[in-house]
Protein backbone atom coordinates (compact mmCIF):
# COMPACT_ATOMS: atom_id res chain seq x y z
CA UNK A 1 0.00 0.00 0.00
CA UNK A 2 0.92 3.90 -0.77
CA UNK A 3 1.03 6.06 1.99
CA UNK A 4 2.93 9.87 2.02
CA UNK A 5 4.55 11.35 5.74
CA UNK A 6 4.64 14.58 5.52
CA UNK A 7 7.18 15.50 8.74
CA UNK A 8 6.12 18.33 10.62
CA UNK A 9 2.55 19.92 10.34
CA UNK A 10 3.51 23.43 10.83
CA UNK A 11 6.84 24.96 9.36
CA UNK A 12 7.76 28.91 10.76
CA UNK A 13 10.65 30.41 8.55
CA UNK A 14 11.15 34.33 8.14
CA UNK A 15 10.44 36.58 5.24
CA UNK A 16 13.81 35.89 2.86
CA UNK A 17 15.08 32.65 4.75
CA UNK A 18 14.84 28.48 3.09
CA UNK A 19 12.04 27.00 3.26
CA UNK A 20 12.43 23.36 3.39
CA UNK A 21 8.94 21.35 3.67
CA UNK A 22 9.70 17.51 4.12
CA UNK A 23 8.07 14.40 2.27
CA UNK A 24 8.68 10.88 2.66
CA UNK A 25 6.73 7.96 0.68
CA UNK A 26 5.46 4.41 0.69
CA UNK A 27 5.61 2.44 -2.35
CA UNK A 28 6.35 -0.79 -3.56
CA UNK A 29 7.19 0.81 -7.06
CA UNK A 30 8.48 4.07 -7.93
CA UNK A 31 5.78 6.23 -8.24
CA UNK A 32 4.80 9.74 -9.14
CA UNK A 33 4.89 12.69 -6.98
CA UNK A 34 2.87 15.58 -6.58
CA UNK A 35 3.34 18.88 -4.79
CA UNK A 36 -0.03 20.78 -4.37
CA UNK A 37 -0.22 24.09 -2.42
CA UNK A 38 -3.48 25.35 -1.06
CA UNK A 39 -4.15 29.12 -0.41
CA UNK A 40 -7.25 29.59 2.35
CA UNK A 41 -10.46 28.96 0.91
CA UNK A 42 -9.32 27.74 -2.13
CA UNK A 43 -8.55 24.15 -4.22
CA UNK A 44 -5.45 22.63 -4.41
CA UNK A 45 -2.99 24.16 -7.25
CA UNK A 46 0.13 21.88 -8.61
CA UNK A 47 3.24 23.67 -7.97
CA UNK A 48 5.22 20.53 -9.45
CA UNK A 49 5.24 16.68 -9.92
CA UNK A 50 8.23 13.90 -10.50
CA UNK A 51 7.16 11.44 -13.21
CA UNK A 52 10.44 9.75 -15.03
CA UNK A 53 13.75 11.42 -16.01
CA UNK A 54 15.60 14.44 -14.26
CA UNK A 55 15.07 13.82 -10.38
CA UNK A 56 15.47 17.76 -9.41
CA UNK A 57 12.28 18.68 -10.37
CA UNK A 58 11.48 22.75 -11.03
CA UNK A 59 8.29 24.22 -10.30
CA UNK A 60 5.97 27.42 -10.28
CA UNK A 61 6.52 30.28 -7.53
CA UNK A 62 10.84 29.37 -7.20
CA UNK A 63 9.76 25.76 -5.83
CA UNK A 64 11.62 22.79 -6.33
CA UNK A 65 11.61 19.18 -4.86
CA UNK A 66 14.33 16.62 -5.74
CA UNK A 67 13.08 12.69 -5.82
CA UNK A 68 15.97 10.67 -4.16
CA UNK A 69 14.93 6.83 -4.17
CA UNK A 70 17.32 5.24 -2.24
CA UNK A 71 15.45 7.57 0.67
CA UNK A 72 11.85 7.75 -0.58
CA UNK A 73 11.88 11.07 -0.09
CA UNK A 74 10.55 14.35 -2.60
CA UNK A 75 11.41 17.34 0.02
CA UNK A 76 10.09 20.72 -1.48
CA UNK A 77 12.60 23.97 -1.19
CA UNK A 78 12.62 27.33 -2.17
CA UNK A 79 15.45 29.45 -1.73
CA UNK A 80 13.71 32.15 -0.30
CA UNK A 81 10.20 32.77 0.97
CA UNK A 82 7.63 35.50 0.51
CA UNK A 83 5.01 36.13 2.92
CA UNK A 84 3.20 35.35 -0.04
CA UNK A 85 4.12 31.41 0.20
CA UNK A 86 2.11 31.38 3.45
CA UNK A 87 -0.49 28.56 2.92
CA UNK A 88 -0.65 24.45 3.23
CA UNK A 89 1.50 22.28 1.26
CA UNK A 90 0.35 18.53 0.41
CA UNK A 91 2.82 16.04 -1.00
CA UNK A 92 1.24 13.10 -2.76
CA UNK A 93 1.95 10.38 -4.35
CA UNK A 94 -0.40 8.76 -7.53
CA UNK A 95 0.14 5.30 -9.61
CA UNK A 96 -1.43 3.72 -12.19
CA UNK A 97 -2.34 0.59 -10.12
CA UNK A 98 -6.13 -0.36 -11.59
CA UNK A 99 -5.73 2.84 -13.58
CA UNK A 100 -7.62 5.08 -11.59
CA UNK A 101 -4.67 7.33 -11.20
CA UNK A 102 -6.25 8.72 -7.60
CA UNK A 103 -3.89 10.55 -5.53
CA UNK A 104 -2.71 9.96 -1.80
CA UNK A 105 -2.16 12.37 0.05
CA UNK A 106 0.17 13.02 3.31
CA UNK A 107 -1.34 15.23 6.18
CA UNK A 108 -0.30 18.47 4.66
CA UNK A 109 2.18 21.17 6.55
CA UNK A 110 0.97 24.90 7.14
CA UNK A 111 3.92 27.16 5.98
CA UNK A 112 4.05 30.26 7.79
CA UNK A 113 6.11 33.01 6.92
CA UNK A 114 7.09 35.85 9.53
CA UNK A 115 8.07 39.18 8.51
CA UNK B 1 -15.14 25.36 -19.18
CA UNK B 2 -11.75 26.79 -18.42
CA UNK B 3 -11.59 25.07 -14.57
CA UNK B 4 -13.12 22.61 -12.41
CA UNK B 5 -16.72 24.01 -10.83
CA UNK B 6 -18.47 23.26 -7.60
CA UNK B 7 -21.36 24.14 -6.21
CA UNK B 8 -22.80 25.53 -3.86
CA UNK B 9 -19.09 26.71 -2.87
CA UNK B 10 -21.30 26.78 0.62
CA UNK B 11 -23.68 24.86 1.89
CA UNK B 12 -25.29 24.73 5.39
CA UNK B 13 -27.57 22.16 6.34
CA UNK B 14 -29.32 20.40 9.50
CA UNK B 15 -28.66 16.98 10.66
CA UNK B 16 -30.63 14.31 8.93
CA UNK B 17 -31.57 16.41 5.89
CA UNK B 18 -29.82 15.16 2.68
CA UNK B 19 -27.12 17.30 0.50
CA UNK B 20 -26.17 17.36 -3.41
CA UNK B 21 -22.75 18.74 -4.55
CA UNK B 22 -22.14 19.00 -7.58
CA UNK B 23 -18.95 18.58 -9.51
CA UNK B 24 -18.52 20.45 -13.22
CA UNK B 25 -15.48 18.83 -14.67
CA UNK B 26 -13.24 20.03 -17.11
CA UNK B 27 -13.84 19.49 -20.53
CA UNK B 28 -12.89 16.32 -22.09
CA UNK B 29 -11.71 15.22 -18.82
CA UNK B 30 -12.45 11.44 -18.45
CA UNK B 31 -11.49 10.93 -15.06
CA UNK B 32 -13.42 12.45 -12.16
CA UNK B 33 -12.40 12.05 -8.52
CA UNK B 34 -14.07 13.62 -5.23
CA UNK B 35 -12.27 13.75 -1.62
CA UNK B 36 -13.02 14.86 1.12
CA UNK B 37 -10.91 17.18 3.39
CA UNK B 38 -11.15 17.80 6.87
CA UNK B 39 -9.73 18.84 10.45
CA UNK B 40 -7.64 15.41 11.52
CA UNK B 41 -8.24 13.42 8.60
CA UNK B 42 -6.50 15.54 5.88
CA UNK B 43 -7.53 14.46 2.28
CA UNK B 44 -9.45 11.59 2.14
CA UNK B 45 -10.18 10.25 -1.66
CA UNK B 46 -13.96 9.15 -2.12
CA UNK B 47 -14.46 8.07 -5.18
CA UNK B 48 -13.30 7.41 -8.87
CA UNK B 49 -15.13 8.10 -12.48
CA UNK B 50 -14.11 6.75 -15.89
CA UNK B 51 -16.60 8.19 -17.81
CA UNK B 52 -20.06 7.40 -16.40
CA UNK B 53 -18.94 4.31 -14.23
CA UNK B 54 -17.32 4.37 -11.06
CA UNK B 55 -14.77 1.26 -10.55
CA UNK B 56 -13.20 2.76 -7.51
CA UNK B 57 -15.81 3.43 -4.66
CA UNK B 58 -13.15 2.48 -1.69
CA UNK B 59 -12.99 5.37 0.12
CA UNK B 60 -17.09 6.29 0.53
CA UNK B 61 -17.54 6.52 3.83
CA UNK B 62 -20.91 4.51 4.62
CA UNK B 63 -23.86 3.21 2.34
CA UNK B 64 -25.40 7.47 3.06
CA UNK B 65 -23.06 8.24 0.37
CA UNK B 66 -23.58 8.05 -3.35
CA UNK B 67 -22.43 9.80 -5.98
CA UNK B 68 -23.12 9.61 -10.08
CA UNK B 69 -21.84 11.16 -13.37
CA UNK B 70 -23.52 11.47 -16.14
CA UNK B 71 -22.80 12.35 -20.03
CA UNK B 72 -19.32 11.87 -19.19
CA UNK B 73 -19.34 15.03 -17.59
CA UNK B 74 -21.13 16.16 -14.25
CA UNK B 75 -20.81 14.47 -11.36
CA UNK B 76 -22.80 14.90 -8.29
CA UNK B 77 -22.10 13.62 -4.70
CA UNK B 78 -25.05 13.28 -2.64
CA UNK B 79 -24.84 12.45 1.40
CA UNK B 80 -28.21 11.27 3.10
CA UNK B 81 -29.16 11.87 6.28
CA UNK B 82 -26.15 13.83 6.83
CA UNK B 83 -24.29 13.81 10.40
CA UNK B 84 -22.36 16.41 12.54
CA UNK B 85 -19.18 14.50 11.50
CA UNK B 86 -20.14 14.61 7.51
CA UNK B 87 -18.94 18.49 7.95
CA UNK B 88 -15.78 19.31 5.96
CA UNK B 89 -14.53 20.53 2.59
CA UNK B 90 -15.61 18.21 -0.63
CA UNK B 91 -13.16 19.32 -3.42
CA UNK B 92 -13.34 17.56 -6.76
CA UNK B 93 -11.23 16.91 -9.39
CA UNK B 94 -10.68 15.64 -12.96
CA UNK B 95 -7.66 14.37 -14.93
CA UNK B 96 -7.59 14.10 -19.43
CA UNK B 97 -6.70 10.47 -18.33
CA UNK B 98 -6.73 8.27 -15.22
CA UNK B 99 -3.00 8.21 -15.51
CA UNK B 100 -0.39 8.79 -12.89
CA UNK B 101 1.57 11.22 -14.42
CA UNK B 102 -1.08 13.40 -15.41
CA UNK B 103 -2.12 16.35 -13.83
CA UNK B 104 -5.35 16.57 -11.80
CA UNK B 105 -7.12 19.63 -11.33
CA UNK B 106 -8.97 20.92 -8.32
CA UNK B 107 -11.88 22.68 -7.66
CA UNK B 108 -12.59 25.27 -5.39
CA UNK B 109 -14.46 23.30 -3.19
CA UNK B 110 -17.71 22.69 -1.28
CA UNK B 111 -17.84 23.54 1.97
CA UNK B 112 -20.42 21.59 4.12
CA UNK B 113 -21.15 22.45 7.67
CA UNK B 114 -24.00 20.00 9.26
CA UNK B 115 -25.59 21.87 12.52
Known amino acids: AQSVTQLGSHVSVSEGALVLLRCNYSSSVPPYLFWYVQYPNQGLQLLLKYTTGATLVKGINGFEAEFKKSETSFHLTKPSAHMSDAAEYFCAVRRDSGNTGKLIFGQGTTLQVKP | GAGVSQSPSNKVTEKGKDVELRCDPISGHTALYWYRQSLGQGLEFLIY????????KSGLPSDRFSAERTGGSVSTLTIQRTQQEDSAVYLC?????????????FGQGTRLTVV
Open chain 2, 93 to 105: ASSLVPRGDTEAF
Open chain 2, 49 to 56: FQGNSAPD
